[in-house]
């Protein structure tokens, strides 16, 4: 196998594996704080039930909350002991997490903050139940389309697998080590990369849409 082709298979599978690193931090991120919400929404209910106020409560998640949320909760509380606005303060976690279940839980504390409401434990603990059934039917579905990854990573696989043992016999090496046979490795590889790439996005499961994208506006 010539220098340069090699140069070239280097290149590709490095940048497969930077991709394939970067896509399993972001999910693996993801999947934390979406799994620390139905905790930190108890957390808030728990405060609130002390007595303590909405803004305070937060407050307490970037002290006590989960560690995959905890150090947006306290950027929150830092904002509001410098006097910003309670509700742009709420638009600066929205934006931090541009999460949907985020997007409820925030909307739902900025309307009892303005306008009151006997009801809003309930509706944060209807909200964690939402929440709860909502990340264990996706865990579930997540399950099922794992099938769909592992197909991929043995679809990637396999050919080069026989590629191995095409290599050594004589006559194929003679054939792989000519320009032709040169081309069809380089080919191969990018086609295998791609190929990749189309069954992981294949694989993922949709994330659910944000219904609460716009900034809250303050009636001061």
């Not at 970067?22 to 957390?43: F, G, H, M, R, Y």
């Not at 590889?189 to 659910?208: D, E, G, H, R």
């Amino acid at each position: 196998m010539s220098f340069i082709t090699l140069i070239i298979i280097n290149v590709i599978l490095i940048a497969g594996l930077i991709l394939t690193y970067k896509s399993l931090k972001s999910k693996k991120t993801s999947s934390q704080q979406a799994n620390s919400w139905p905790e930190v929404i108890d957390l808030i209910v728990s405060t609130l039930q002390s007595g303590a106020s909405i803004s305070e409560s937060l407050s307490m998640v970037g002290k006590v909350g989960p560690i995959s949320v905890r150090n947006q909760f306290q950027e929150f509380s830092q904002k509001l002991s410098s006097g910003e606005r309670f509700d742009s303060a709420l638009d600066f976690l929205k934006s931090k997490f541009s999460d949907p279940i985020a997007d409820q839980l925030f909307e739902s504390l900025y309307f009892a903050s303005a306008f009151g409401s006997k009801n809003t434990i309930k509706i944060l603990r209807e909200l964690s139940e939402y929440v709860s059934s909502d990340l264990a039917l996706r865990g579930e579905i997540q399950i099922r389309f794992g099938w769909i990854r592992n197909s991929a990573n043995l679809a990637a696989l396999a050919p080069w697998l026989l590629f191995l043992i095409l290599r050594s016999q004589e006559n194929a090496k003679i054939a792989y080590d000519q320009p032709v046979g040169q081309l069809i490795i380089i080919s191969g590889v990018i086609t295998t990369f791609i190929a990749y790439l189309w069954m992981q996005k294949i694989a993922k499961l949709p994330s659910p849409k944000r219904l609460f994208t716009l900034e809250i506006v303050s009636n001061e």
